[in-house]
């Protein structure tokens, strides 16, 4: 899911709702199959390629990474997930990495029923007010300035929404950051329609410029380019429906335990690649 600004600060549980629950509300455009490739455009490189099948509320995601095969089964309406090894033939419950997910370019908007509005606590207090509209790259915007008062203190952010193609156009909190996208026009990719967004995102003193092609009709990102190159490419996308055996647990696959995170050394240090370790 994509995360905005003020979901760090409302805390990981909302981040996990819209992970979970949000993904059964803002959907494709239909059901579909379709293949991908990746690449790594940084100095580490690095390809993998792989298949798509999306159903009502369900994900399949078949990769071929350099060393090994996994596939990931999502049901977003039942909350199960499954991590599938075919080389050993065992399974994870849950997911135990982040897969590569075809996340719909469909937002959850301030103001729907799983929005940041109405994601009330005792610890946490959100107040939305919609206070306008902006023009962003000749599409006319609705406003909303928003107020998070957490234990921490207070956040505050505004954002801009299209709410006919119920996306997120831009976010700004302050000194945290701010993230824009501008729609450029429309493109044939494969066949097809797509519209071309630029987006630009500002975190500390940093900008990241990329580049977003989506389907049309399915809602469907279907390429992703950076000044560094293509990061994905979505191909041979067939419409229609998916057989109900690609989302269920195969035959022949043994449960295993997830990996357990290394233990900190004493003194409460973090290990290489924890918590206490700078982002890569």
Not at 89 to 107: C, T
Not at 198 to 212: A, D, S
Request: aromatic residues 6%; hydrophobic residues 35%.
């Amino acid at each position: 899911m994509r995360q905005h600004l003020l979901g760090i600060a409302a805390g990981a549980a909302l981040l996990l709702a819209g992970a979970q629950a949000g993904w059964a509300d803002p959907w494709f455009g239909g059901t579909f199959s379709a293949e991908i490739s990746l690449s790594n455009p940084g100095p580490s490189g690095g390809k993998a390629t792989g298949k798509y099948f999306i159903s009502d509320n369900k994900i399949r995601v078949e990769m071929n990474h350099p060393n090994e095969a996994t596939i990931d089964i999502i049901d977003t309406k039942e909350k199960k997930a499954y991590s599938l090894m075919p080389a050993s033939k065992q399974y994870f419950e849950g997911m135990i990495s982040a897969p590569i997910l075809p996340k719909p370019d469909v937002d959850i908007l301030p103001d729907d029923a799983q929005g940041l509005c109405k994601q009330q606590s005792p610890q946490i207090k959100v107040q939305c007010t919609k206070s306008g509209t902006e023009d962003v790259g000749g599409i006319k915007a609705d406003k909303w300035d928003v107020v998070v008062t957490h234990p921490k203190g207070e956040s505050r952010a505004q954002i801009l929404i299209d709410p006919g193609r119920k996306i997120v156009l831009g976010e700004s909190n302050g000194d945290q950051g701010s993230i824009k996208r501008i729609l450029k026009g429309t493109e044939s990719v494969a066949g097809r329609p797509t519209e071309k967004w630029e987006f630009q995102q500002t975190h500390q003193g940093k900008t990241l410029t990329y580049t977003k092609w989506v389907d049309t009709a399915l809602r469907l990102p279907v390429k992703v380019q950076s000044d560094k190159g293509v990061a994905y490419e979505i191909t041979n996308i067939k419409e229609g429906p998916q057989a109900a055996e690609l989302f269920t647990l195969p035959a022949g696959y043994q449960l295993a335990t997830p990996p357990q995170p290394p233990m900190p050394p004493q003194g409460g240090a973090a290990p290489h690649g924890g918590a206490g370790a700078p982002p890569r």
